[in-house]
Structure formats: structure tokens, C-alpha cells
């Protein structure tokens, strides 16, 4: 389950979803895939309108708001030496139009297409390195670039411990670390746990406004239930 809730000035937007994955093994890698659906809930709040006759603010006392469904979809395919993967989001092309238009790109949320693959080397029985890349593009016409790649290069230290740096096309740099607690000591942490922390620092014209730059920390914990196997009787 994801849920995003984004505010900017008077306008906001909750988009929660739900995902679901499944994978078949295909010879000596696995084939996976993703599917998500939700919604998406646009909303504009305390306006100051100047032209009462304007329709799209009609009887609403500068408060607006609109629900539509959105979906996503996923393949990925992973072997011990590569991976690579293709998805999309916002595949119904969910409209924000407050006022019920439809016409043109009034308030409709783009298709987002992903790109991503990756190849493992193994520097030593301890060490691996990771470089891989993400490329994005969006069916936006408003934007400047509608294309955009993130180059990235990742080492890591027995599955345990992890860190590396990326590099967005014309936007950020980041760099990222991580450790697999499970791996570290299996005895206190029975299933895997992973913690990470990041930070984007942007290199176009963002420092302008957010000189900050970006954090992000996550927490996993994938839980694997044990099957009961029933031991056939035989007379």
C-alpha cells in the first residue's frame, strides 16, 4: 500500500493505491509482475476569485475538488548477473479538470514510462558492483524535457551493507547507504529488515529555491510465512 499526500500553495492532491506482485520462474531467472490501481483526489482550496462569472468557480466558494481512478503496470525480469524492467503509471490518463472539461491537457495527469536494467559484477567473494540505469519519460507536453535518465553505480558488501551515488540527467546528484540487518546478525532479526538513507542534491536550478536538498529514509521488512507441508499417509 502507498499513500502520497502533496500540497503546494492552495493546491493539493492524495493519491492512494494498492500493489500487487507476482512471478513465474523462467530457466534460471525469474519473471515478474506488477499491477497497481487507486485513485487520485485534486484539490484546490481557499481562491480568491476575481470573475464571478467564470464557470469553473461557480457556487464553489473557492474550494474545489475532484476524484478519479489511476493505474499502473510493471514487468521486470532478474537473473544473478542482470535485471531489467519497463512499467507505466497513470495509464488511464486520470483528468484533474475541476470544472468536468475534457479537451486538451486541462488538468489531465500524464503517462509516466520507466526503463530500468542493471548488471551485477562480482569483484570478489565479498564485494559486488552494481551500475544500472533509470530512464523516464512523460506524455506531457507542458514540459521543457519530457526525457529524463538516472545513472547510477551501487557496491555492495556481502548483501549486508550497501552504498553509491546517481546521477540525474540535467537535474540532481545522489548519494545513498544502506544495510540488511537480517544479514548482519540472523539470530536478533529473524527476517530481513533493511534501513537506508539517502540525499539529492539537485545541479540545476532548484539550489534556487531548496539549497537543502532532498532526504529520504526507508524501513522494509519482508516477511516470508512458513508453509505447512502435509506428509501423505500411505496404507
Given at each position: 500500500?502507498?499513500?502520497?499526500?502533496?500540497?503546494?500553495?492552495?493546491?493539493?492532491?492524495?493519491?492512494?493505491?494498492?500493489?500487487?506482485?507476482?512471478?513465474?520462474?523462467?530457466?534460471?531467472g525469474?519473471?515478474?509482475?506488477?499491477l497497481?490501481?487507486?485513485?487520485q483526489?485534486?484539490?484546490?482550496?481557499?481562491?480568491?476569485?476575481?470573475?464571478v462569472?467564470?464557470?469553473?468557480?461557480?457556487?464553489?466558494?473557492?474550494?474545489?475538488?475532484?476524484?478519479?481512478?489511476?493505474?499502473?503496470?510493471?514487468?521486470?525480469?532478474?537473473?544473478?548477473?542482470?535485471?531489467?524492467?519497463?512499467?507505466?503509471r497513470?495509464?488511464?490518463?486520470?483528468?484533474?479538470?475541476?470544472?468536468?472539461?475534457t479537451?486538451?491537457?486541462?488538468?489531465?495527469?500524464?503517462?509516466?514510462?520507466?526503463?530500468?536494467?542493471?548488471?551485477?559484477?562480482?569483484?570478489?567473494?565479498?564485494?559486488?558492483?552494481?551500475?544500472?540505469?533509470?530512464?523516464?519519460?512523460?506524455?506531457?507536453?507542458?514540459?521543457?524535457?519530457?526525457?529524463?535518465?538516472?545513472?547510477?553505480?551501487?557496491?555492495?558488501?556481502?548483501?549486508?551493507?550497501w552504498f553509491?551515488?546517481?546521477?540525474?540527467?540535467?537535474?540532481?546528484?545522489?548519494?545513498?547507504?544502506?544495510?540488511?540487518?537480517?544479514?548482519?546478525?540472523?539470530?536478533?532479526?529473524?527476517?530481513?529488515?533493511?534501513?537506508?538513507?539517502?540525499?539529492?542534491?539537485?545541479?540545476?536550478?532548484?539550489?534556487?529555491?531548496?539549497?537543502?536538498?532532498?532526504?529520504?529514509?526507508?524501513?522494509?521488512?519482508?516477511?516470508?510465512?512458513?508453509?505447512?507441508?502435509?506428509?501423505?499417509?500411505?496404507?
Amino acid at each position: 500500500m502507498n499513500v502520497q499526500n502533496d500540497r503546494i500553495g492552495i493546491s493539493g492532491n492524495i493519491r492512494p493505491d494498492l500493489s500487487f506482485g507476482y512471478y513465474i520462474n523462467v530457466k534460471e531467472g525469474k519473471l515478474a509482475f506488477g499491477l497497481s490501481a487507486g485513485f487520485q483526489q485534486y484539490r484546490v482550496n481557499n481562491l480568491l476569485i476575481q470573475d464571478v462569472n467564470d464557470p469553473t468557480f461557480t457556487n464553489t466558494n473557492g474550494n474545489l475538488s475532484r476524484i478519479t481512478p489511476d493505474f499502473g503496470f510493471g514487468i521486470y525480469y532478474s537473473k544473478q548477473r542482470y535485471f531489467i524492467g519497463l512499467s507505466a503509471r497513470h495509464l488511464n490518463g486520470a483528468g484533474r479538470s475541476l470544472n468536468g472539461s475534457t479537451s486538451g491537457d486541462v488538468g489531465v495527469v500524464a503517462r509516466h514510462y520507466y526503463l530500468t536494467a542493471g548488471y551485477n559484477i562480482e569483484i570478489s567473494d565479498k564485494f559486488m558492483l552494481t551500475p544500472s540505469f533509470l530512464s523516464s519519460y512523460s506524455e506531457n507536453r507542458n514540459l521543457a524535457n519530457n526525457f529524463s535518465t538516472d545513472i547510477a553505480l551501487k557496491l555492495e558488501y556481502k548483501e549486508m551493507v550497501w552504498f553509491g551515488t546517481s546521477y540525474r540527467t540535467r537535474d540532481a546528484i545522489n548519494f545513498f547507504v544502506g544495510v540488511n540487518l537480517g544479514k548482519i546478525n540472523a539470530d536478533i532479526f529473524k527476517e530481513n529488515i533493511k534501513i537506508g538513507y539517502a540525499v539529492d542534491w539537485s545541479v540545476g536550478q532548484l539550489p534556487l529555491y531548496n539549497s537543502g536538498g532532498t532526504h529520504e529514509i526507508f524501513i522494509s521488512y519482508d516477511y516470508i510465512p512458513k508453509v505447512k507441508r502435509m506428509m501423505p499417509k500411505f496404507k
